[in-house]
């Protein structure tokens, strides 16, 4: 499909804000459930450094029982908004299922480049792999998935090649990940005035931070959009299983009912679509 260049069309496809009016109610359901969600985990531990640059914290949910499978979770806002804080909501369902959960933050656009952010995600898998023994997690079942622009850190961690980030580091670091409702190529977004006031993207950046434009990942790959999401959102979704093939992308999905922002109800609840895909790349279902 040709990618349609009008901005004015682009601003439509990408400002979900306006695309789904309840915007500001989802969010503060979100800060309220993650509010809960750390006051009634005794056992989470908090803005644990993994690097000394700006914002490389992230937030430990622990599983009861020793030798659990990891599941980190990258929060979305188009690389230039929110905060792990709003998203510890994440945890409680697979931490009840004998997952241990991490949610990392990042610095944020404008302040720092897309391709920074690349960096401080893969520095903060690279540091779980180096340590989340400590805290009862399995080193070699490490899953990343992300929403959004969280979505696109976790495939371009699929294609990360760990090895340049440590010789202590396994080729093959992660057992799997999934994008929720991701953005793969982002060409679009260098186009669309909405957004590229802040990521200053560029023709280069675009082709070194578009994971649709690199060798397919060797792991598997999980994509799932809304159903009631944008043509570009749908479009992209489709993309990675363009590029990556079958073999790489097994599952490409979208689910029914599910906008732009409540897509990840489906990851939390426990009777969710993508709370199933999570736990069967986490080797528990």
């Known amino acids: 499909m040709q990618l349609r260049t009008d901005p004015d069309w682009l601003d439509g496809q990408y400002n979900n804000r306006l695309r789904v009016p309840d915007f500001p109610a989802i969010v503060q359901r979100w800060t309220q459930a993650s509010a809960f969600a750390r006051t009634q985990n005794p056992h989470a531990v908090l803005d644990v450094r993994y690097g000394d640059g700006p914002n490389e914290t992230l937030d430990i949910f622990p599983a009861a029982q020793p030798g659990a499978p990891v599941l ?6 188009y690389w230039r908004s929110l905060d792990k804080a709003d998203f510890s909501f994440v945890a409680p369902s697979f ?24 960096r401080q995600a893969a520095d903060a898998v690279a540091w779980t792999a180096r340590h989340i023994g400590e805290h009862g997690g399995d080193a070699s079942r490490i899953v990343v998935t992300g929403h959004s622009a969280g979505g696109h850190l976790a495939a371009m961690l699929a294609s990360c090649r760990w090895k340049v980030l ?14 929720i409702s991701g953005l793969y190529d982002l060409e679009p977004l260098r186009l669309s005035p909405y957004l590229q006031g802040d990521l200053q993207l560029t023709p280069q950046i675009v082709k070194r931070a578009s994971p649709a434009f ?18 570009e959102f749908l479009r992209q979704n489709r993309l990675i299983r363009d590029a990556w093939g079958p073999t790489s992308v097994p599952v490409c999905e979208t689910v029914p009912g599910c906008n732009h922002f409540t897509i990840l109800e489906s990851l939390v609840d ?10 069967r790349l986490l080797g528990l279902a």
């Open 72 to 77: 980190v979770f990258f929060h979305g806002g």
């Open 270 to 279: 426990p009777r969710g679509r993508l709370h199933d895909l999570a736990l």
């Open 95 to 118: 931490v009840e299922r004998g997952v241990t959960v991490l949610v990392p933050n990042y610095s944020l656009c404008p302040a720092v480049s897309i391709e920074t952010i690349c």
């Open 166 to 179: 440590g010789d202590d580091l396994p080729e093959r670091l992660l057992a799997g990940a999934m994008g």
């Open 214 to 231: 690199f060798p397919r990942a060797k792991g598997k790959f999980y994509a799932a959009v809304g159903l009631d999401e944008s043509e």
